[in-house]
């Protein structure tokens, strides 16, 4: 299941705090979409996507993870993050970012509200690029709020029950195409 990634080997799920994993093919897509698209990410509440980052990612010096989990605060690019605080954001990091990506543990409106707020403190002021995962029933409030459509690469979260979609506000090239670890929709049919 972890497929060479040492996150997933090593880092369990902790489902008191909504924390559910992509599967490795998952994350690297997006690494591959981030790395092609971004200079500086903030990965909010997706600790599994920042700490798969290589070493030697370009990314990596310019990224930070803002999380609720204390567990990763050894980390020197960690900041603790609570969306019941959408703003408390330290400044010197206040429209550092080109890119934010964000997972909430919850997918109610009033909780992408606070998300919402957080991505905008985040982003360069020209604004920047957004990666979101979530339900597709979010998609209007994404679309209105950050611009963001739903992709064709859905994520493949294998201990969740429902399935999530990504929205981007740009372009893609790696989350264009089919999932090929999840069930084609049509099948469905």
């Keep these: ?39 500086a990410v903030a990965f909010v509440s997706t600790p599994s996507v920042y700490f798969s980052l290589d070493k030697e990612s370009k990314l990596r ?8 989990d204390e567990k990763w605060s050894k980390d020197p690019h960690f900041v603790f993050y609570d969306y019941a605080s959408p703003s408390d954001v330290p400044p010197a990091l206040r429209h550092s970012f080109d890119c934010v990506v964000v997972d909430p543990p919850f997918v109610s409106g009033e909780v992408w509200a606070k ?9 360069a002021p020209q604004g920047g690029r957004v990666v979101l995962s979530t339900i597709s029933e979010n998609a ?7 611009g963001a459509k739903p992709c064709l690469f859905k994520p493949s979260i294998p201990t969740l029950v429902y399935q999530y979609s990504f929205f981007t506000n740009f372009d893609t090239k790696y989350l264009n195409t089919r999932n090929q670890e999840l069930p084609c929709e ?4």
């Design 1 to 39: 299941m972890t497929k060479g990634n040492r996150f997933l080997a090593r880092h369990h799920e902790k489902p008191s705090l909504n924390q559910y994993w992509y599967s490795a093919f998952t994350i690297d897509t997006l690494i591959k979409e981030l790395e092609d698209a971004a200079e």
């Design 61 to 68: 010096p310019r990224s930070w993870l803002f999380d609720f």
């Design 115 to 123: 998300y919402i707020e957080t991505s905008r403190l985040l982003l």
């Design 140 to 146: 209007g409030m994404l679309r209105e709020a950050l």
């Design 186 to 189: 049509d099948d469905a049919a």
